[in-house]
């Protein structure tokens, strides 16, 4: 219920008014999102990198409506993309890209003119893209950029989300050889035809997925900040017998910082999902719903006079 009425107001233009005017709002959004510019984008990989995590960038802005907008998304990229090679960032930093953010909505063929244009740009900084999952409406979509993006880019990853009834059959889809998968529970509103509803029927269908991307061929990229999940990824890749070159986790950036640290100090490749920019009303909120004890926090810093 909470979490409905959060992801309803992330979508309301009045209350992303309040919420941006609001006098500590700034220190609330700097703890999940590295800061507004590509700068800041650098400064995070680099603290990130040196204590021995790897990184994915996400430009933040999802409602994009023009080509112009688009265009600008995808130039962003580029240039961060040349300045992580330029800095020695890659392959330990790659980026997440949204399709929405470059044109998906209006124009698919744009979107992935864009994307590729990234994949091209990543490629030439000796790194990789992975394309985020948006709502459900957008998934067969996606999945085809995917696919023909993945004809001159093998390693541009997916993203599957286990709240989806479809997704064990797109996991035994997508675990062919070379196939990067990151496996996320879910982070949108979605209706009870697709998806399921309840935590315990989502956790259940994420160890299924995990269980036929851990057995495939691919290379799983476990996204989950979920303890239960975590321990059960770790039994599988004992079980499976991947080590730290054929699977990793992920989690997002300000979010269990120290479980990051135990894992890449156990020797797992640990992946930081990196937002920057300064659209980050959507992506904020999304963590709100997720997690009551963010939006105490988060209460706390909107209502405080200090
Ligand atoms: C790297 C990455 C990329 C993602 N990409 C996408 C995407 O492309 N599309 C998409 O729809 N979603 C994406 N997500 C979001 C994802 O779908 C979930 O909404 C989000 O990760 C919350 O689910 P969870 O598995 O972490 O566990 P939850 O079910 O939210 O939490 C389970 C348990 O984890 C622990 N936990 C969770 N958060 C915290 C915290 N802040 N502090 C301490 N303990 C905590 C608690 O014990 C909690 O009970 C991504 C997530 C990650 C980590």
């Given at each position: 219920?909470?979490?409905?009425?959060?992801l309803?107001?992330?979508?309301s233009s009045?209350?992303?008014?309040l919420?941006?005017t609001a006098p500590?709002?700034?220190?609330?959004?700097r703890?999940?999102?590295?800061?507004a510019?590509?700068?800041?984008?650098?400064?995070a990989?680099r603290?990130?990198?040196d204590?021995?995590?790897?990184?994915?960038l996400?430009?933040l802005?999802e409602?994009?409506?023009t080509?112009?907008?688009?265009?600008?998304?995808?130039?962003e990229?580029?240039?961060?993309?040349k300045?992580l090679?330029?800095?020695?960032?890659t392959p330990a930093?790659?980026?997440s890209?949204?399709?929405?953010?470059?044109?998906?909505?209006?124009?698919e063929?744009?979107?992935y003119d864009n994307?590729r244009?990234?994949?091209?740009?990543?490629?030439?900084?000796g790194?990789?893209?992975?394309?985020?999952?948006?709502?459900?409406?957008?998934?067969d979509?996606?999945?085809?950029v995917?696919?023909?993006?993945r004809?001159?880019?093998?390693?541009?990853g997916a993203v599957?989300?286990?709240?989806?009834?479809?997704?064990?059959?797109?996991?035994r889809?997508l675990?062919s050889?070379?196939?990067r998968?990151?496996?996320?529970?879910?982070?949108?509103?979605?209706?009870?035809?697709?998806?399921?509803?309840?935590?315990?029927?989502?956790d259940?269908?994420?160890?299924?997925c995990?269980?036929i991307?851990m057995?495939g061929?691919?290379?799983?990229?476990?996204?989950?900040?979920d303890?239960?999940?975590?321990?059960?990824g770790e039994?599988?890749a004992?079980?499976?017998?991947?080590?730290p070159?054929?699977f990793?986790f992920?989690?997002?950036?300000?979010?269990?910082?120290?479980e990051?640290?135990?894992?890449a100090?156990?020797?797992?490749?640990?992946?930081?999902?990196?937002?920057?920019?300064d659209?980050?009303?959507?992506?904020?909120m999304?963590?709100l719903?997720e997690?009551?004890?963010?939006?105490?926090f988060?209460?706390r810093a909107l209502?405080?006079?200090k």
């Amino acid at each position: 219920m909470l979490r409905s009425v959060i992801l309803a107001a992330s979508r309301s233009s009045q209350v992303e008014r309040l919420v941006a005017t609001a006098p500590y709002t700034r220190d609330v959004v700097r703890r999940f999102v590295a800061g507004a510019a590509t700068d800041d984008a650098l400064r995070a990989t680099r603290g990130l990198v040196d204590d021995g995590l790897a990184v994915t960038l996400d430009h933040l802005g999802e409602d994009t409506v023009t080509p112009e907008q688009a265009t600008a998304t995808r130039d962003e990229y580029l240039k961060l993309l040349k300045m992580l090679g330029g800095a020695g960032l890659t392959p330990a930093a790659e980026v997440s890209v949204k399709l929405s953010a470059l044109g998906q909505m209006f124009d698919e063929q744009l979107a992935y003119d864009n994307a590729r244009a990234i994949c091209v740009a990543a490629d030439a900084a000796g790194t990789t893209v992975t394309l985020d999952m948006e709502d459900h409406t957008t998934t067969d979509s996606t999945l085809e950029v995917l696919g023909r993006l993945r004809k001159d880019f093998p390693s541009t990853g997916a993203v599957l989300q286990a709240y989806l009834r479809r997704t064990e059959s797109d996991c035994r889809e997508l675990s062919s050889a070379g196939s990067r998968v990151r496996l996320c529970k879910g982070a949108y509103k979605e209706p009870e035809s697709v998806a399921y509803q309840s935590a315990r029927e989502v956790d259940k269908s994420y160890v299924r997925c995990m269980n036929i991307l851990m057995s495939g061929d691919g290379y799983p990229m476990l996204a989950t900040h979920d303890p239960r999940m975590i321990a059960i990824g770790e039994d599988r890749a004992r079980w499976f017998d991947r080590g730290p070159e054929r699977f990793e986790f992920q989690m997002l950036y300000g979010i269990r910082p120290e479980e990051q640290a135990r894992l890449a100090g156990e020797g797992y490749t640990v992946r930081t999902y990196v937002p920057y920019g300064d659209e980050w009303y959507g992506y904020l909120m999304r963590r709100l719903a997720e997690r009551p004890a963010n939006l105490v926090f988060f209460g706390r810093a909107l209502i405080s006079k200090k």
